[in-house]
Structure formats: structure tokens, C-alpha cells
């Protein structure tokens, strides 16, 4: 009887990920002088589980390197060998050396063989050190593959049988004690035995796919006996569940209710999009039906405005929570960062904390995966160019520790990341001289926000040394230009010997947009809500013509390049006296620019759908919406729009 795993490594890929992740995590908070039992238990399970699931697969190469990396650990946490820092390096290797193993059978990657066989070396030579109570640990032969049958389980581990914990009797990705059990239990598992009709049935009934479901109480009191568990894999179960939902908490706090198992499932996001995307189509319906009613007497259809009032609410209630579903706490991204200020550190020779704050502040997925490379940016800027050497630190009165902030919360409709650092701080006169050096358009009565965005220019390095970190100029203007595609903005507040502090402002979602609608030339354009700053009349004696920079308008002293929406698309029958038309005053990378349009329509939730994908990409135009009316509306790319000005006066 076959049976095709194929359509399961996915899940085991999304699963051996998270355990790695918890792995790395707990590792790094462990004390040596006296580590935790919790956490080195719970460590030992998650290489336990990436070794059975493995195993299953037949993805022998990974099996090879956690059954070494099982050994050490399960000497460590039955106290025949007393944890050094050389083995916390050696286990953080070797989950590289997994996750690259991982990325090499979902990716179809290149693994460096040799970085393997060097971790599994290391682990290998501290498993059978001196320090062991017991006899020195044979060397490990190669897994070879194995049947189904020759295990006594389901056929997932080379050296001992199964584990097949109370909370997780399906397909038993989640390891724990070795328990014994017989073909009868095999039989409701992967369908490698031949089995009846009616266990087939109620296997389905009790286990769907089984990765995360309990069974059905009422069911397994009729299927065949289960053999007996030991009351200490029973008690683990529950808590295992939990450290996989919160793979950054102590695993002496996960004990979570007994429920916990059914609490949550996995939703492909292909899944989650499309929903998201049928509900937006929902909101365009119901914008639609509204703007068809609103010329109907109200009087006469008085119940139907009720109703879609009601629509209105439910619609926005819905949208909100499909949204949700793609929200996730920005901790995924922020558990990287330990890892890198530990092994930057010991490269730099500093010493170095970090503290992460809001670690539970939710955002959208999309901007969960496009934030991790700017703030690696950030992060190494400040480990290598922000704090000091211990020795400069204590000269100067400090603490020889430094210490890196990160911080996350929500602020109105944005999320606000903030990258702070206790160290040297930004140089004012190192910023202006090498600017000057450049030959950039700069002056000593700058102020100060606009001396710290320089260091985001292309190419721009105060470092007197370059390094394999960081000194070349490149990165930071990556740092920007990033953030701004994701509709956010940088800001940077630093003080000469105290630090800096570089906070990002983004979107919640990149789905859904708070926009005004203006009108130019009879065409409706949406300008991001985020970017306007205000609207205003233009009075004649506030224009300035000036010989190669175009036209410019005076603010409250402060002179703005102006730009026309109507010249920059090309749209005809649109106004062009600047002063019988209407100015918004948009904000994008720091700079102001003044958009000449006909008129404000109003403020909008919109749908954003990509103009790429469904026609082609457009310069001036960032997405498109389906209005109320049916018809489509552009929205404004206002980076693009503001440096039109300096383009037209090239």
C-alpha cells in the first residue's frame, strides 16, 4: 500500500523551521554556570523532533547531524557532562548546519558538505570528552535509511523506537520519551499497514491529517488499545504544544491549558490572501451599492439605507478581521537579532546587550518579511560604527557593556520600530566635512535631522576603517529606499557621546490604504493619507519662477518645489492656473513637496491592487482601487512625484 509523503513536507519544513528558531533562542538565554533543566529539555525535544521528522522522509543528511547533536544534549540534560559555552557554539552550528540542511531539500540549495562534517565532528569529540560520568560515546556511523517495519514504531528514528506523546498521536513530529508500542497502534498512523474499513474510518475521524489534532475521546474509546504511555511523556505533551505558539518564553512558563492543542491551525497564506482579496472585492460591492442608493429618495427606500448602513459596519468588521489573520507579532523577526549581536560582538571584541521591547506588536506578514534586512542594517551599524570598545566606554565614564535597543508599538495607523543605541553617537562636523568632501549641496546652519539623513545617502562612510561588517557606504541608502517602498519613513535622533536612536514609521497593512481622492482633469488619483501634511489656495505672490528649478511655492517662509499632477500624466482639460486649483503638501523622505490637483473629492478606505500585475508598471502611480462608482482610481506614488521636481530640472 503506498503512500506519498510528498504532500507533507511543507508542514514539516514550516515545523523544523520553528523548532530550529526555538532551539537558537533558548540557547542563547542559557546560563552556563547553571542552566536551566526546562530549557534544556526543551531543547533536546525540538532536536528530537527535527530528527524524527526527518527521518520520515527520508531526509537522511539531516538525520545524521541532530541523532550527534541528540547525544551531547541528552547527557547534558540527564547531568553526565556540565554545559561550556564551547558546546552552546558548537549547538548554534549546528542548527546553522540544519537550517541550511533544511534549506537545501525545500529550496533545492547547495549544502557546503564540509561545514557539515565539521559540526558533526565537534559535537561528536565534546559527546565523548573526559568531563562524561560515563563511558566515552561511540563514534556515530551514518544513518542508513529505514522501512517502516523495521522500526517499532513509525518508523522515524534509527537508534530507539518512536515517541508518540499523549498530545500528538498523529503523525508524531513531535518526539519526546521513547515509548514502545505495538503494530495495532501502526495501523492507524501513515497507512503503512493494511488496515479495515473501519479503523481506516475512524482513523480519518480522529486524526483529519493528524499533525496537530487530538483525537476524538468518544472514537479512540473504541479503536484498539493504545499501549501504555509513561506519565512523564504525558505531562510533557502539553507543555510542547505551547513552546511551539511561543517559542520565545521560558519553557518554565508555557504551561498552557489542556485545550491549547486545538487552539490554533495552519493556513497556507495563499489561503489568507485569497480572502483578503474576496473581501476587498466585498468592500468594492458594498461602496458601489451605497453610492447607487445615495440617488434613490430616502424617504422611499428608508429600510434599504438601514440594511446597507448595516452592510457598512459588518463589511468594515470583517475586513478588519481577515486582516487580522495576517497579522503577526513582530518577534519574528526580532528572535534573529540575539544571534547577531552575540557573534558580531565576539568578532568586534566588545561587549555588547540586547534588549528588545513590544516583541508582541502585531503587523502585517508582508512587511514582517521586507523589515528583517533594514533593521540587520541597523543593527549592524550600531554594533560595529554606534558602540564603543569596552575601553573607550570606561574612559568616558560609561558602563564597558553596551547596549542596543529594540523597540515596537503601535502609534494611530502605524507601527513604529525603533533601533536605539547607548554608544558614541553621530558626529556633526565628521557628517558635514565628509559631505563637503563629496561635494554635496550642504551648509554649516543645517539642522540637525537634516546632518543625520545624510549618512542614508548613497555611498556615504564616516568610517575610518573598512571592515567585513560594515564601512564601504552601502546599506544604510538600501535602508531607506526600502522603507520607503514599504510607504514608511525614517527618522534619526542621535547626541555626540550619549547615542542614536533611528525610528521607522510604517503602514499597518500593505493591503488596504487611508487615502484622499482628488480630482485632475475630470481623473480621479488617490494621494496616501500618511504623506499629506496639508491643502491649501495658492495666493499669486506665494509663486516663484526661479531659472532651472521650476516653480516654487513660498509656505510660511519655507519655499517648496511645486509640481503639477496634470503635467507629470499628461491629462488634459485640467486646471493650470496654480491659483484657481487646490495644493497638497506632501511629505516623502523628509523633504515637502507642494502637488498642484483641481479639487479634493474626499477620504477614502481603499483596496490596493497592483497596476503591474493586472497592466503594467507606471511611473508617478505606486497601485490602483476600484471606487464606489465602478470605475478605477490611480494612486499616487508620492516618492516618485517628488522627485519629479529635481528630475525636471535636470
Do not use: C
Request: net charge negative; no cysteine.
Amino acid at each position: 500500500m503506498s503512500f506519498d509523503l510528498s504532500q507533507f513536507y511543507q508542514v514539516f519544513f514550516e515545523e523544523a523551521a520553528e523548532h530550529l528558531t526555538n532551539m537558537e533562542s533558548l540557547l542563547l538565554g542559557l546560563d552556563v554556570a547553571d542552566p536551566s533543566m526546562d530549557d534544556l529539555n526543551a531543547i533536546f525535544r525540538a532536536a528530537h523532533s527535527i530528527k524524527g521528522g526527518a527521518g520520515t522522509f527520508g531526509f537522511n543528511d539531516m538525520t545524521e547531524v541532530t541523532h550527534v547533536l541528540e547525544t551531547l544534549l541528552d547527557k547534558l540534560r540527564k547531568q553526565e557532562m556540565q554545559l561550556t559555552t564551547e558546546m552552546v557554539n558548537a549547538f548554534l552550528e549546528a542548527g546553522d548546519v540544519i537550517s541550511m540542511q533544511l534549506a537545501g531539500h525545500r529550496d533545492n540549495t547547495e549544502v557546503d558538505e564540509q561545514l557539515v562534517k565539521d559540526a558533526r565532528a565537534n559535537l561528536e569529540r565534546l559527546s565523548s570528552s573526559e568531563q562524561t560520568t560515563a563511558a566515552p560515546a561511540a563514534k556515530v556511523a551514518p544513518v542508513a535509511a529505514t522501512t517502516p517495519a523495521a522500526d517499532e514504531g513509525y518508523g522515524f528514528f534509527d537508534d530507539e523506537p518512536a515517541a508518540v506523546p499523549a498530545a500528538d498521536p498523529g503523525y508524531g513530529f513531535f518526539g519526546d520519551e521513547p515509548v514502545k508500542h505495538d503494530a495495532a497502534e501502526d495501523a492507524q498512523g501513515y497507512g503503512f499497514f493494511e488496515e479495515t474499513p473501519v479503523q481506516k474510518a475512524e482513523r480519518e475521524e480522529q486524526r483529519g491529517y493528524g499533525f496537530l489534532q487530538e483525537p476524538n475521546p468518544d472514537t479512540l474509546a473504541a479503536a484498539p488499545t493504545a499501549p501504555e504511555v509513561k506519565p512523564e511523556a504525558t505531562a510533557e505533551a502539553p507543555k510542547l504544544v505551547a513552546e511551539q505558539a511561543h517559542p520565545n518564553r521560558r519553557a518554565a512558563d508555557r504551561a498552557p491549558p489542556p485545550a491549547a492543542a486545538d487552539s490554533s491551525i495552519r493556513v497556507s497564506v495563499e489561503k489568507v490572501d485569497q480572502l483578503i482579496n474576496l473581501v476587498g472585492e466585498l468592500v468594492i460591492t458594498q461602496a458601489m451599492l451605497s453610492q447607487s442608493a445615495s440617488l434613490l429618495d430616502p424617504i422611499v427606500v428608508e429600510r434599504l439605507q438601514s440594511g446597507l448602513t448595516q452592510l457598512q459596519r459588518n463589511t468594515r468588521d470583517i475586513q478588519e478581521a481577515v486582516m487580522a489573520v495576517r497579522m503577526l507579532p513582530i518577534s519574528f523577526v526580532f528572535s534573529r537579532f540575539p544571534r547577531v549581536v552575540r557573534d558580531m560582538a565576539a568578532k568586534l571584541n566588545k561587549k555588547i546587550d540586547l534588549k528588545t521591547l513590544g516583541e508582541g506588536t502585531e503587523l502585517d506578514k508582508g512587511l514582517i518579511e521586507k523589515i528583517a534586512d533594514p533593521l540587520t542594517h541597523l543593527i549592524r551599524n550600531s554594533l560595529d560604527h554606534g558602540i564603543e570598545m569596552p575601553e573607550k566606554r570606561l574612559a568616558a565614564g560609561k558602563s564597558e557593556t553596551g547596549t542596543i535597543t529594540l523597540n515596537a508599538f503601535h502609534q494611530g495607523g502605524n507601527i513604529v520600530i525603533e533601533v536605539a543605541d547607548d554608544g558614541g553617537g553621530l558626529s556633526r562636523s565628521r557628517i558635514l566635512n565628509k559631505a563637503k568632501e563629496r561635494g554635496m549641496n550642504v551648509s554649516d546652519d543645517m539642522p540637525d535631522s537634516a546632518v543625520w539623513m545624510l549618512i542614508y545617502e548613497a555611498g556615504f562612510s564616516t568610517a575610518e576603517v573598512v571592515t567585513d561588517v560594515s564601512g564601504r557606504g552601502v546599506g544604510m541608502d538600501v535602508v531607506k529606499r526600502n522603507i520607503a517602498e514599504l510607504g514608511g519613513r525614517v527618522e534619526i535622533d542621535s547626541a555626540e557621546g550619549f547615542g542614536t536612536r533611528t525610528t521607522i514609521r510604517l503602514p499597518l497593512t500593505l493591503a488596504i490604504l487611508d487615502g484622499l481622492s482628488v480630482s485632475v482633469g475630470g481623473q480621479v488619483f488617490i494621494a496616501p493619507l500618511g504623506s499629506i501634511v496639508e491643502s491649501l489656495q495658492v495666493k499669486a505672490e506665494d509663486l516663484k519662477s526661479v531659472s532651472g528649478e521650476g516653480h516654487l511655492l513660498r509656505v510660511r517662509g519655507e519655499y517648496l518645489p511645486l509640481v503639477s499632477v496634470h503635467e507629470v500624466f499628461n491629462i488634459e482639460n485640467a486646471v493650470t492656473d496654480f491659483t484657481k486649483g487646490i495644493v497638497v503638501i506632501i511629505e516623502a523622505e523628509g523633504k515637502k513637496t507642494a502637488l498642484m490637483v483641481d479639487e479634493l473629492l474626499g477620504q477614502h478606505q481603499v483596496v490596493i491592487k497592483s497596476l503591474a500585475s493586472n497592466f503594467r508598471k507606471v511611473a508617478g502611480i505606486s497601485g490602483a482601487t476600484i471606487m464606489g462608482d465602478g470605475k478605477v482610481a490611480l494612486i499616487l506614488d508620492v516618492i516618485a512625484l517628488a522627485a519629479q521636481h529635481s528630475h525636471n530640472r535636470t
